[in-house]
Each structure stands twice: as structure tokens, then as C-alpha cells.
């Protein structure tokens, strides 16, 4: 548990210390340098999503390995032993040592093999409903909805400049940036409570 716990606080440290870092850039062309900044800020909200993008796949993937790790294969073994020793069904079909033993084998060899592949998931997190329904089928609580229309703001602006579909793009203002920030910032920590949580 306190691996997963370092690991998930370090890279949300990491990722929130890049998003103040390139908002002070930002900030810092918005007064200083007013070309420099338009061009900036025209992909700010690409940098802003593939910050989120990458620490969502990062800690699902710490999720994965936390889960594949940690299944008490000793304490689970005592318990399905006992089961297996009082349960009548199994006694008729399991009647001596041996049988048990390879049934027992067999239920070991399930805790033996991962549950998750641990890669990052292939999961593209533009689609917010999408991400909820892959959320919910690894049992966790999908991204609050009321984060929703902010997010498909965030994720329309990435995907317009990501396949360079310029005639739909507005100017991305500061006050756009610090808004789409906050928002990773919400969305990493609301992540991290949540697999903590069903840990």
C-alpha cells in the first residue's frame, strides 16, 4: 500500500509542478511577449490534456500492479482450504488428498496469474463517458459529472488543434489556461482519492 501511495503522490506531484511551471511561462509571454503567447496558448490545452492523459494511464497502471500484488495468497489459501474441507458438495466430488490438492492447484494457479495486464492502458481519455465506463469495469468510480462539460471543453480544443482543425478554434485566453489546469488538478486528485479509496 505505500508503494502505490508514493508512487501515486509523485507523479502527481510531478505532473502539478509542470502545470504551475508552464502557466508561469505562460503568464510570463502573456505580458511580456503578446506573439509569443498567442502561439503558446494556441496549444496549451494540447500540453494541459496530455499532462492528465499521462497521469491517468500512470496510475492506472500503478492500480494494476497494486491489485496483480496484493491478493493475501496465504490468508485466501487457509480460507478456501476451510471451505473446501466443510463445503459437502466438494467433498463428494473431491473425496481424497489428492483430488483436493489439485483442485487446489488449480484455484492457486487463478491468484498466480495477474488479474490486469500492467501496460498503460490503450484507452483514449478525450471521450469522457468513454473513460467512465473503463473506470467503472475496473472497479472504480467513474469521473464526476460535474466536471464533464469542462472536460469536453478541454478535450475539444485538444483534439481541434491535435488534428489541426483550426477553422473550429477560438483564442485561448489565460483565464482559459488557469481554467483547464484547476481542472487536471481536480480530476488527478479526485483519480487518486478514488483508487485509494477502493484499495
Known sequence: MK????????????ASAELTHFKKVLAYENIYNE????LLSKYAPVIIFAIWEGVFK????YYY????RNTKFNEDMIMLTNIIEHNQIIN???TNFDTKKKLLMKIKN???NPQFNEERPHIDPTKFNKTNKFLENIKLRPINMEYKSEYANLARFRNSIAHWDMDNLTEVSM??????????IKLMSDLEENILNVI
Open 58 to 61: 500512470d496510475f492506472i497502471m
Open 175 to 184: 483565464d482559459d489556461i488557469n481554467r483547464y489546469s484547476e481542472l487536471v
Open 92 to 94: 463428494e466430488r473431491y
Open 110 to 112: 487463478v491468484f498466480d
Open 35 to 38: 506573439k509569443n503567447f498567442k
Open 65 to 68: 500492479s497494486f491489485c496483480n
Open 3 to 14: 508503494i502505490l501511495e508514493e508512487n501515486l503522490s509523485n507523479k502527481f506531484e510531478e
